[in-house]
């Protein structure tokens, strides 16, 4: 089994055309995917994020760590939230991404964790 990726990406232009009583049934909906993929047995972790302007910036790879605040690209989409899920193949992501699509009205990229090294490979 691999780990997927699920992430939300949108915009603030995009959530305002949402109207504000839409809200509810759209966190309704997202909420009803969230028990489903526990159902399944598929879920990992989820979580919606605070907007991008809360972000934070660490850079430590010289002798002082250089911190920034605002977003690491200053692009109009942002990751609004996101699903880690356990799924055999690329297809089970690919359907579960059209659910979640569906649930939180906007866009989701769908992409693998890395494969772990084996544990003897780790040692050499």
């Excluded at 866009?107 to 890395?114: A, D, G, L, S």
Aim: aromatic letters at 10%; proline letters at 6%.
């Amino acid at each position: 089994m691999t780990q997927y990726l699920l992430s939300v990406h949108g915009n603030e232009e995009e959530y305002a055309k949402v109207p504000e009583d839409q809200w509810p049934e759209m966190f309704a909906a997202v909420e009803r995917f969230n028990e489903q993929l526990r159902t399944d047995g598929v879920w990992v972790f989820g979580g919606g994020l605070e907007g991008a302007e809360t972000a934070t910036v660490v850079d430590g790879q010289g002798d002082t760590p250089v911190f920034t605040d605002g977003p690491y690209l200053e692009t109009k989409e942002h990751i609004g939230g996101f699903w880690i899920l356990e799924l055999p193949d690329l297809d089970a992501a690919l359907k579960y991404a059209a659910a979640a699509s569906k649930a939180c009205q906007g866009k989701v990229e769908v992409r693998p964790f890395q494969a772990e090294p084996p544990a003897d490979a780790a040692e050499a």
